[in-house]
């Protein structure tokens, strides 16, 4: 594995991104920030223990059908629990790359009401994108590469590196992996 982000630039950037995130959100009272299962979980922890806004927290995860599913096609694997009608929610999510999910769960929040939805994304793949999608609060932008740790994984593994890593293709020779 080699190194693409270390903890230090983790830890600054996420308290720059916090930084940002309490300024455009403090006048509101309503901020609900909603994590995406389960790579976004050490990227929101640190996050919101940097934030003095008012917020509530809750999840969201989701999972594609299989071999069938046409882009966008997504399967709610856990759904909020906290309504989100006229509600500030700021969606936290560990990686963008071809943004088909992440544009079914973002219109689904607003069609349910909110009263605004950002995203906050740590990792930017843009190269990979196929659905354009608006990152309000961007971490960092990365080359299509698969990467690990900070709560992103292959097959359940490196989720809990301190830092994000660039997986060696000896480890992925199977296949392609899903990030998260």
Do not use: W
């Not at 990227?43 to 882009?71: E, H």
């Not at 629990?81 to 700021?90: N, W």
């Amino acid at each position: 594995m080699r190194v693409l982000v270390t903890q230090e630039d983790l830890e600054r950037r996420v308290g720059e991104l916090a930084a940002e995130i309490d300024r455009d959100y403090k006048d509101s009272d309503r901020l609900l920030c909603v994590g995406v299962l389960k790579g976004s979980v050490f990227f929101m922890v640190d996050l919101l223990k940097k934030l003095t806004v008012p917020l509530a927290i809750d999840f969201f995860q989701t999972s594609s059908y299989g071999a069938s599913t046409t882009p966008g096609e997504v399967r709610i694997r856990k759904d909020v629990d906290l309504p989100v009608r006229g509600k500030d929610v700021l969606l936290i999510e560990d990686i963008v790359d071809t943004g088909h999910t992440l544009n079914t769960i973002l219109g689904l929040l607003r069609f349910r009401g909110a009263r605004s939805v950002r995203l906050c994304a740590l990792l930017d793949k843009k190269e990979a994108r196929e659905v354009e999608i608006q990152i309000d609060y961007r971490g960092f932008e990365i080359e299509n590469l698969f990467v690990v740790g900070y709560g992103l994984d292959f097959d359940e593994h490196y989720r809990n590196l301190p830092y994000i890593a660039v997986l060696d293709g000896a480890d992925t020779a199977a296949g392609v992996p899903s990030p998260s």
